[in-house]
């Protein structure tokens, strides 16, 4: 690795600047090493990333977002520091852009798929069906049917001794992925998940939990702020997130039953 990535990986720890950012990073890309120990390889490959490869002015000038008086007013009113929020923005489009465009599909372990269908077959009285692969949306050619009790019971014990047998094996704990298979997910859950993580920086760290809601002054409407910072920064173009904050709310309401689609990059692993 670098000097340039020792000296970023340095700043990442210690630069007060960056105490949302880490915050941010700390819930979502900390890889648990065993024995107490917490890697944040993928958040510093990232971080370097923002430092030495791409654009200052990503996702927008700076200066765009220091000159904006609607969204520094209401920063200041909810007690964010603007300083430290425009680094948590580029930290945050950088980890959504990697997760949601051009992404690699992250395929479940063996052995969640295993657990999976131990925990199916472990509901009262299962029923396993075989069938042929059906058409789309229809059910195939029925093979054959199992509920006997001692049959299925013996199949929980022979997954069960699997799992334990495998303890030890990282290729059977871990996650894939193919990184020749590429896919590129909804802006509509970028959105949500950028939204999600705007308002657990507001959610930690604003002062103005005490002051009531409603003000003449700046906005303190959290979600509100949200949404006009998705807009300024120009994951949506839909004028409608300047302007309140159904548009948010509705697109967070739609994606929220989604199922999660995991995704991996290999551009900030080292």
């Not at 964010?80 to 465009?101: A, L, N, P």
């Not at 949500?192 to 003000?215: G, I, N």
Request: charged letters at 30%.
């Amino acid at each position: 690795m670098s000097d340039s990535f020792w000296q970023n990986s340095t700043a990442f720890d210690r630069e007060e600047q960056y105490e949302y950012l880490r915050f941010i990073a700390g819930n979502y890309l900390m890889v648990d090493c065993g024995d107490d120990c917490i890697d944040y390889i993928p958040a510093l490959g990232i971080f370097d990333h923002l430092q030495t490869d791409v654009p200052m002015d990503y996702p927008i000038p700076k200066e765009k977002y220091d000159g904006n008086k609607i969204i520094q007013g209401s920063l200041a009113a909810i007690g964010i520091d603007s300083e430290k929020m425009w680094h948590t923005i580029r930290f945050i489009r950088y980890m959504s852009e990697d997760k949601f465009v051009d992404a690699h599909p992250l395929y479940p372990s063996m052995e969640a798929r295993v657990q999976k269908l131990l925990d199916a077959i472990s509901k009262d009285a299962p029923v396993i069906r075989i069938e042929e692969t059906g058409e789309e949306g229809k059910r195939g050619k029925l093979i054959c049917k199992f509920s006997d009790e001692g049959l299925v019971g013996h199949l929980k014990a022979l997954l069960r001794e699997d799992i334990e047998l495998n303890a030890n094996d990282p290729g059977f704990f871990g996650s894939s992925f193919d990184p020749n298979e590429e896919v590129t997910l909804s802006t509509n859950a970028q959105i949500a998940y950028e939204a999600k993580l705007y308002l657990e920086v507001f959610a930690r760290f604003s002062t103005d939990k005490d002051k009531p809601k409603r003000t003449k002054g700046p906005s303190r409407d959290k979600v509100l702020l949200t949404s006009r910072l998705l807009y300024l920064t120009n994951l949506t173009t839909n004028v409608s997130f300047w302007d309140g904050r159904d548009a948010l709310k509705g697109v967070i309401s739609n994606c929220q039953n989604d199922s999660a689609f995991e995704t991996a990059s290999s551009k900030h692993w080292f």
